[in-house]
């Protein structure tokens, strides 16, 4: 009991500490396989294959290479062979052999076969009978931008950024004899000749096999964007979803799935293909065990919303699919909500942004796990006059009962380029609205942007508490701004979550914040967001979490560093996949003064208990001037110790939180009581500041060991019985106020003897 006692003390001394080394964790392991070859088939008449070097398709009209050369190329340079003067191929036959992908054509007596590996494609071409006598010419079609030239017996395909080398070709028998094949080049086409002398004693079938590369000219890079990342209960895996860059005009979607511990596990291709896939989100779908990822495809000015389902197990993927309807104009800013529920009918709800000729419209559909569409013409939910874009959605519709589950929705309502507000609605799972569109933040003095909401919180019945958050620009300083709602109706108006921080000891109000995500874990609200340094050249991400006390946002925890040189994305928790409270995963990219853009992905433990009345420092001072002797302490007693300290472990939700005590006077008698709401200020209660208040009980009574004591310990009721059995029953969200008071009879502190002291409080809400 002592030993269990002094670490809480230590946690409790060493907390900010603790909180960055032990809470915000960077997930560990490689993000992709750089052996491995990623193979796809979206739906489109085609395989496709990608790895850090390039990316190929095979369809019936020939196969297609495309070099990567930098994420800055201004657009792809494919290479696309046909085959001349054979019969027409069927489809292309993908299989392994091996550890090797590979695609075959059958073209009557030819096989056209593509070997691929991570660094190069194997091309080669088996004769199934020997030819008849004098060399043989193979012509190959080639349609390229790249400009071509032989050198060194190769051909090179290239520009200024690199290119493709097509190597020497050898041709081999069935018995393992080799000859060179030439490779000549003419306009359009490649032929590789193989001599008759070779030819007239080789035994059938006979393969010719030239390699296809990547080259490129000084240093490439990728950047890679982390947008957003789901959390699926039945196999605890995050996702998370990047955007990859292959050209200024094709990105090409990953995602990663990594353990609920931070460990990356595999990943797959959601895209790979030429079309260009952008801004990808994703959710999960508890039912189904799956996860839906969406992103605008396609190009300016015919932008359409796209999605694609993976299994969470293993990434097994079906078919891309149109979400978006045929309404005119761009259809861009997809964002995708899911649904935990274990069973029953589940869908995911997906926003986007419609825009016409300047003004945007936010709409919505809701999809099955099979990829269909529930509604037949695509759900408006904000179509006014005014230019409305950049939905977000929360990551799910929160747990069950079902009857509550509502997808919250706020988007940014643009009235000038110095005027935004923040408006928002939310979608029942059904698919109807349940609060139609409402107003968060108006008024032309204020310029309001980048608006984030929270999945909803846990409650037994009744409409559910919920979070929006955004970005307030002023010419001197750029705040977070946010308000808790109840359904449609306001808990709290608008707090600037960065004065809440700087309170706390952040010191950060003057500096830029900006690019928020928010996420509830069933109990709190825990936000991500960029904070720019007093010269704005940089910005670091950080994470913080707020709880609702007495209809108030308090910082719970403040201003926890995730990652420097980055801006943050997007973050999800395990409860709003229908997981436990507490674990998030956040999501962003890197931002280097030089090298590429790297995604990146740290693990968040939400604190579970939030520590409070603290004398001198957030309530009243201590009676009679006997300070504590640090911010964390109770005011001081008779024994010097410098006052008591409280602490927790266990996790509400489960009903195993043990409540400690440490610093008392050696063997007092000590009280564990709980209250109902919460003092403001503080009352002075004995030598000490008492902030549990409305109906108190007394949840037990011990003796404290060398200055410790815990309950509830073996054979004790937990705290959810002892208070129900007194009373007070505990249910889903309730909040209670918990402090150990003790006795302490000697003359101390006040003139008129009082005989007990007190520690701080927790806050709990089970």
């Known amino acids: ?105 059958e073209r009557g007596g030819l096989i056209e076969r593509y070997d691929l590996a991570p660094g190069w494609i194997e091309q080669s071409f088996v004769l199934r009978e020997r030819p008849a006598a004098g060399d043989y010419t193979l012509r190959i079609g080639v349609e390229s931008e790249l400009a071509g030239r032989l050198e060194a ?37 490649i032929e590789l000749v193989v001599p008759g002398a070779f030819l007239a004693d080789a035994q059938a079938p006979i393969t010719i096999d030239p390699i296809v590369s990547t080259f490129t000219i000084g240093l490439v890079t990728t950047d890679d964007y982390a947008t957003d990342t789901a959390y699926d209960l039945t196999t605890d895996h995050f996702v998370a979803t990047l955007m990859l860059e292959f050209s200024l005009t094709d990105h090409d979607i990953v995602n990663r799935i990594l353990s609920s511990t931070g460990t990356w596990l595999w990943a797959y291709f959601v895209d790979s293909s030429a079309t260009d896939w952008r801004y990808p989100h994703v959710a999960n779908n508890g039912g189904a065990d799956q996860f839906l990822t969406v992103a605008q495809v396609g190009t300016v000015g015919s932008w359409n919303v796209y999605g694609r389902t993976a299994t969470a197990s293993n990434g097994t993927q079906g078919t891309t699919f149109l979400i978006s309807g045929a309404e005119f104009g761009d259809k861009h800013s997809a964002q995708v909500g899911g649904d935990p529920n274990p ?57 069950p009962p079902t009857a509550t589950q509502e997808w919250n929705v706020a988007w940014t309502r643009s009235l000038s380029s110095t005027n935004h507000d923040i408006y928002a609605a939310q979608i029942h799972r059904d698919g109807s609205i349940t609060s139609p569109v409402f107003a968060v933040s108006t008024g032309s003095a204020n310029d309001d942007i980048g608006a984030c909401v929270s999945s909803l919180d846990d409650q037994a019945s009744g409409t559910r508490n919920w979070m929006v958050a955004w970005t307030r620009r002023t010419a001197a300083d750029w705040d977070t701004r946010g308000a808790v709602f109840n359904g449609s109706s306001f808990v709290t108006f608008q707090t600037n979550l960065a004065a809440l921080e700087d309170n ?70 395990e409860r709003s996949g229908g997981g436990a409270r507490g674990r998030c995963l956040m999501v962003g990219y890197t931002v280097p003064t030089g090298g590429a853009v790297d995604g990146f992905a740290a693990l968040y433990d939400v604190p579970a208990f939030y520590r409070f009345c603290l004398p001198g420092t957030d309530v009243i001072a201590c009676p009679c001037g006997n300070a504590p002797g640090s911010p964390t302490r109770g005011c001081n007693n008779s024994t010097g110790t410098g006052g008591a300290m409280i602490a927790a472990s266990g996790l509400p939700a489960q009903d195993t939180v043990v409540l400690g005590a440490s610093a008392m006077l050696p063997t007092s008698t000590c009280i564990f009581l709980q209250g109902s709401t919460i003092s403001t200020n503080g009352v002075g209660f004995g030598d000490g500041v008492r902030c549990a208040a409305g109906t108190l009980k007394r949840l037990y009574v011990k003796t404290a060991s060398s200055g410790f004591a815990t309950a509830p310990n073996a054979g004790d009721p937990s705290i959810k019985t002892r208070s129900a059995a007194l009373g007070d029953p505990l249910g889903i969200g309730t909040q209670r106020v918990y402090q150990i008071y003790y006795r302490d009879p000697q003359n101390f502190g006040c003139a008129s003897p009082a005989t007990f002291n007190i520690t701080p409080a927790l806050l709990i809400e089970w």
């Open 504 to 573: 706390a000891g952040s010191g950060t109000l003057s500096l830029f914040q900006e690019t928020a995500a928010l996420e509830c874990d069933g109990s709190k609200f825990t936000l991500t967001y960029a904070e720019y340094n007093s010269s704005q050249t940089s910005a670091d991400s950080y994470v913080a979490t707020f709880d609702l006390v007495a209809n108030q946002i308090q910082v719970q925890e403040p201003h926890i560093m995730a990652q420097p040189d980055s801006l943050g994305g997007a973050i999800t928790s």
């Open 1 to 105: 009991m002592k030993q269990l006692l002094q670490a809480s003390a230590l946690f409790l001394l060493s907390f900010p500490a603790l909180a960055v080394q032990q809470r915000v964790q960077p997930a560990s392991g490689p993000l992709l396989d750089p052996e491995r070859v990623y193979m796809d088939e979206p739906g489109d008449a085609h395989v496709w294959a990608r790895t850090e070097s390039y990316k190929a398709s095979f369809g019936a009209e020939g196969a297609t290479f495309v070099p990567f050369l930098g994420s800055k190329a201004p657009h792809n340079y494919p290479l696309g062979f046909h085959v001349i003067g054979c019969e027409a191929g069927v489809a292309p036959s993908p299989s392994q052999i091996g550890a090797v992908e590979r695609i075959e054509y």
């Open 343 to 399: 069973s029953g009918t589940t869908y995911y709800c997906v926003v986007w942004t419609n825009e016409q000729a300047g003004n945007g419209d936010i709409h919505y559909q809701l999809i099955r796990p099979d990829g269909t569409k529930l509604f037949t013409l695509t759900q408006t939910l904000d179509g006014s006059t005014q230019d409305n874009g950049g939905p977000n959605i929360s990551k799910s519709n929160g747990n």
């Open 153 to 189: 017996g190769e051909i090179l395909f290239s520009n200024e950024l690199g290119g493709v080398r097509y190597g020497r070709a050898t041709a081999i028998d069935a018995l393992g004899r080799t000859a060179d094949v030439p490779a000549l080049l003419h306009e359009g086409e």
